[in-house]
């Protein structure tokens, strides 16, 4: 198992980190909270999962050995693969997840896409037992939900892939009214889809 790459950051992308380990660049699968903490050309220290397929090896990477913790408690899960498990954590951290699992907060699991009613239903009653108590603390880069939650991680998001602060703040002008909808409904706005969204937006207008 690989436990952690250590090294320069050498590229980012929307769901992706290149970290150079011994003169070899390591692509590690990160979410977007994940990957809004580095910078190229900076040194970087992910745990991480190596996932092994028949016809694929994929590195996940995480800020924390919590996050890789709760990341493997997830899979054991019936139908929750890496994906899964990731998009959970781009969208919870590790203590909202077992703050929800603890009390049975379907909605707080209906968040991620993916996963509906019946599917949130039924991951409460497999990790009750498994993810264990709150542990107090949250990750670095994890903001409360609401407007500055949003935006303080979309645009510290969009200026670790290498966009200037002027372009990352007209994406996040062009994103608002989907944020704004969101949190209208009562809903957290997911910024995994928000940085797409954005990605878009920034391509367009170049």
Known sequence: ?????????????????VVEVGGIGVAVQCTPDTLSGLRVGEH???????VVREDSLTLYGFADDDERGTFELLQTASGVGPRLAQA?????????LRLAVAGGDEKTLTAVPGIGKKGAQKLLLEL??????PVGTRRAGTAAPGEAGWRDQLHAAL??????????DEALDAVAPQAEAALADGARPQVPQLLKA?????NRSR
């Open 1 to 17: 198992m690989i436990a952690f790459v250590s090294g320069p950051v050498a590229a980012l992308a929307p769901d992706t980190a």
């Open 44 to 50: 970087a220290r992910l745990a991480t999962s190596l």
């Open 88 to 96: 959970m954590l781009a969208v919870h951290s590790p203590d909202t």
């Open 128 to 133: 009750k037992d498994r993810l264990g108590a």
């Open 159 to 168: 200026i670790g892939l290498g966009y200037a602060a002027r372009e990352a």
């Open 198 to 202: 954005a990605l878009q937006a920034l």
